[in-house]
C-alpha cells in the first residue's frame, strides 16, 4: 500500500512548514475551441443572465473579441423571428445558432484543486471535465503543484494558450517558507512576498491566533483575499467568527461554524479514544458536530449569522465533497466513474488507513445517519444566511472522496437546491456570487454588455432539471416510448473562445480508455476482486 501526499482537506499549518507535492502533467498547447473573434453573434438564446432577473428569449448576444457588446431580444416564444430585428452579421463575423438553448454565465468553482500526482490526474484532464462542465474560472485553494506552476497556466490560460478555466491562485499559508512560520513577524514576511510572487490570496487552515491574525491584516492591507478550512487541530482557537472578524474572507466547508454557534461548551464533544490521525475517527465525529451547536432561529444562532453577514463574510460550503458520509455507495458507484475515472484516481479513493480522504474502514448505518442530521442543520444555516443576504459561494473540491472534476459542480447545484434555493438562485451561487468573492464582479458572473464573454449553453432548461447539466446528461422517456439522454454542455464560451464541450468530455473519455487498456484496468468495488485477466481497482 503507497502512502498518498496529502492535499486538500488536509491541512498543513505554518507552524509544521509546507513543500508542495510533485506536480502533475503540464498542460499541452491548446488545439480545442475556436475564437475568440472579431465578432461572434449567438443567436436565439433564452438567457438567464444571473443578476436575479427571470429568464428571457430569444435573445442574440453579441462579442467582440473577448467582451459582450450587445444583448438584443430578437422576438416572442413560439412566434418566428424577424430578421430585420436582428444584428446583421458582417463578412467575417462567426454565428452560432443556438435557437431554443439556454444561456448563462459561465460556472465559477470556488474550491479547484487542479489535481496531484497522488491522483494522477494531468491538468489536460482536469481542465477538460471542468470546462465540459460549464466551468470558466476555478479558485485553485493550495496550488498543491506548488505556486510557480499554477501561475504558468494561470498566464497561459488568460492568454489562451491552454484548453483550459481562468486560474486564481490561493497558496498556503507558509508554502516555500525555508523554516516553520513561528511569529507574527515571520507570518507578515511570508505573506508579502506570497503577494509579491503574484499570489491572488491565501489559504489557511489554522494557526497561532496572533500568527493568524498578523497573517490576516498584511494580506487585506495588500488587497489579497483569503480562505480558511478551519481545522480541528486550531478550530478551538480561532472559530470561523473570530477569523472573520480578524479579516477572513471567506470559509470553506463547514468547520468552524458549528464552534462558533456553541452556547454550552468551547470544546467539541470528543470521545476519550478519539485520535485525530484516525480518519474514521475524524470523519465520524465530524458527523456529529452540527447537533452540538445552537439550534436554528435560537439567539445564538442569529447573533453569528448578523455578524458574519455584517462582515461581507463568504461562504463556500463544498456540499458535495462530503455526500459520500452520509451515502456511501450514492458517490461510490456513480455512473461516471466507468468512462471518466482515471485508474490512478480510483484507486486514490480507496479504502485506506495512511490515505487522507480513504477513512471507509468501517463506514456503516450509523455514520451516514448522523451525517444525514448533520447536513440538515448545516443546509439549513446556508439557506438562512443566503436569505438574509449573505454570500453563499460554489465550490466542489473535486478529487477526493469519490467526487469527480466537472461531475461533482454540477451535483453541487443539485445540493444547493436541495438546501432550499430556488434554481435561478443556484445558478447566482455558481456565477456572480463567486464572482463578488472573487473580486471579478465587474468582469464575469452575469451576462451584460462589457463583461468577458463566458457562456454556458444547453439545449435543455436547467432550471426545470439541474441534472441536464453533467456530462453523462439527464435520462428522458421519449413518446415513443424510447430511453435516451439528454442535455449535457453543448457550448462552454470562454474568453470569448467557443468550446465544444460534448467534445472535450470525449476527449476525456479517450484518456481514460487509453489509461485502462495500458494497465489492463476495470474499475472494481472495495473488496471484489476483478475479473480474471484484469488489475483490480484496489489499492497498490
Not at 453573434?41 to 433564452?46: D, S
Not at 483550459?164 to 512560520?181: D, H, L, M, S
Not at 454540477?410 to 434555493?421: M, S, T, Y
Request: charged share 25%; glycine share 10%.
Amino acid at each position: 500500500m503507497r502512502l498518498r501526499l496529502l492535499a486538500a482537506s488536509l491541512f498543513l499549518f505554518a507552524g509544521f512548514g509546507h513543500t508542495s507535492r510533485a506536480q502533475v502533467e503540464k498542460a499541452p498547447a491548446r488545439h480545442e475551441g475556436e475564437g475568440p473573434f472579431g465578432r461572434l453573434i449567438v443567436r436565439g438564446v433564452t438567457l438567464i443572465n444571473s443578476t436575479g432577473a427571470p429568464p428571457m428569449g430569444p435573445v442574440d448576444v453579441v462579442v467582440e473579441k473577448n467582451r459582450i457588446t450587445q444583448i438584443k431580444q430578437v422576438g416572442y416564444p413560439g412566434v418566428p423571428i424577424d430578421p430585420k430585428s436582428r444584428p446583421k452579421a458582417s463578412p467575417g463575423d462567426k454565428e452560432l445558432n443556438c435557437e431554443g438553448m439556454y444561456l448563462m454565465p459561465g460556472f465559477i468553482d470556488m474550491h479547484g484543486h487542479i489535481g496531484g500526482q497522488g491522483q494522477g490526474t494531468p491538468a489536460e484532464y482536469v481542465f477538460k471535465l471542468w470546462l465540459g462542465h460549464g466551468i470558466t474560472t476555478i479558485r485553485d485553494p493550495s496550488c498543491g503543484n506548488g505556486l510557480d506552476w499554477v501561475l504558468e497556466h494561470r498566464a497561459k490560460s488568460d492568454r489562451n494558450e491552454i484548453t483550459a478555466p481562468r486560474i486564481k491562485a490561493y497558496t498556503v499559508f507558509g508554502q516555500g517558507a525555508k523554516e516553520p512560520i513561528s511569529t507574527p513577524e515571520q507570518a507578515r514576511t511570508w505573506v508579502q512576498q506570497n503577494a509579491k510572487r503574484g499570489a491572488d490570496g491565501i489559504k489557511f487552515f489554522g494557526a497561532e491566533p496572533e500568527i493568524f491574525k498578523t497573517a490576516l491584516a498584511e494580506n487585506k492591507k495588500l488587497g489579497l483575499r483569503s480562505a480558511c478550512h478551519h481545522a480541528q487541530l486550531e478550530v478551538a482557537r480561532m472559530n470561523a467568527l473570530a477569523t472573520a472578524k480578524a479579516g477572513l474572507t471567506s470559509l470553506e466547508h463547514w468547520y468552524g461554524l458549528p464552534e462558533a454557534l456553541f452556547d454550552d461548551k468551547t470544546i467539541q464533544n470528543y470521545p476519550a479514544t478519539y485520535n485525530y490521525n484516525n480518519e474514521q475517527d475524524r470523519f465520524t465525529e465530524a458527523g456529529n458536530l452540527w447537533q452540538q451547536a445552537a439550534k436554528p432561529g435560537t439567539d445564538r444562532w442569529n447573533k453569528v449569522m448578523d455578524e458574519l453577514i455584517a462582515l461581507d463574510f463568504t461562504l463556500d460550503p463544498t456540499f458535495n465533497i462530503y455526500e459520500a458520509n452520509r451515502e456511501l455507495m450514492l458517490a461510490r458507484r456513480a455512473e461516471w466513474h466507468e468512462d471518466y475515472t482515471l485508474p490512478s484516481l480510483w484507486r486514490f479513493y480507496g479504502p485506506s488507513r495512511i490515505s487522507h480522504g480513504s477513512y471507509w474502514h468501517s463506514w456503516g448505518t450509523e455514520q451516514e445517519v448522523a451525517w444525514k442530521k448533520n447536513y440538515q442543520l448545516w443546509m439549513a444555516f446556508i439557506n438562512d444566511y443566503k436569505n438574509r443576504g449573505g454570500r453563499v459561494t460554489t465550490g466542489s473540491d473535486s478529487g477526493f472522496i469519490y467526487q469527480l472534476y466537472g461531475f461533482a459542480y454540477i451535483r453541487e447545484l443539485e445540493l444547493l437546491r436541495e438546501a432550499g434555493f430556488h434554481p435561478l438562485e443556484v445558478i447566482r451561487a455558481a456565477t456572480l456570487k463567486g464572482a463578488e468573492a472573487l473580486g471579478m464582479a465587474d468582469q464575469i458572473g452575469s451576462v451584460e454588455v462589457g463583461k468577458l464573454a463566458d457562456f454556458v449553453i444547453v439545449d435543455q432548461n436547467p432550471l426545470a432539471n439541474l441534472k441536464v447539466l453533467y456530462g453523462t446528461g439527464a435520462i428522458h422517456l421519449n413518446d415513443k416510448n424510447e430511453v435516451e439522454r439528454v442535455g449535457g454542455v453543448t457550448y462552454t464560451v470562454k474568453d470569448g473562445v467557443v468550446y465544444d464541450a460534448k467534445q472535450l468530455l470525449a476527449d476525456v473519455r479517450k484518456l481514460v480508455a487509453d489509461a485502462k487498456q495500458k494497465e489492463n484496468f476495470e474499475i472494481s468495488q472495495p473488496g471484489v476482486p476483478a475479473k480474471a485477466g484484469k488489475v483490480s481497482g484496489g489499492k497498490n
